[in-house]
């Protein structure tokens, strides 16, 4: 498996794992913008045989990181790629955020555990916060420890 920045050629194979995953998935434009913007980090899992099994995406504003979107193709997953992806995403940001923060359904076990798996807390709660079903969400944060 390659961790690798998300370009151009990727972007047809991301939208489909959206679809595949979420009720409401980023389009195309997007996901576009997402691979564009100075302030996004966005990053693919690629097998060995080039297929992409999964992304994730970051946003930063100053030193506070917020992920978008996280997700791995049902063919590929339970085989560590979110693993690898978020320890990649962590190695790229520790020295210079002082969080990473994002929501997710309270329903969602596999990513509430994976994200407790690499140090995030549940920090708070957003009633109500997901159409399609309509859902709470958790909010979780990795906080960064700086070196004195
Ligand atoms: C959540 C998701 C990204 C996990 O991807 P994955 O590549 O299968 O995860 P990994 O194989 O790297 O597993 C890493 C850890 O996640 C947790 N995990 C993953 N799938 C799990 C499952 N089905 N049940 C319980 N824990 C699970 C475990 O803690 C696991 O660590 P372990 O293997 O040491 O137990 C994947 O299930 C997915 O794409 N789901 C749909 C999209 C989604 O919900 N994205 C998150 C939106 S906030």
Known sequence: ?????VNKAH????????NACFS???TLEQLEAQMRADNCIFIAAVNDDGALMGYI????VLDEGYISNVAVAP???RRGVADALITELIERTKKRLSFLT???RESNLAAIRLYSKH??????KRKNYYDKPKEAALLMT???KKEE
């Open 1 to 5: 498996m390659t961790i690798t920045d």
């Open 75 to 77: 063919d590929y997953r």
């Open 11 to 18: 972007l047809d194979e991301i939208a489909t794992i959206e």
């Open 57 to 60: 995406g970051l946003m930063f």
């Open 24 to 26: 409401l998935p980023w």
């Open 142 to 144: 990795l906080f960064f």
């Open 102 to 104: 994002l929501e997710v």
């Open 119 to 124: 140090g995030f807390e549940q920090v708070g």
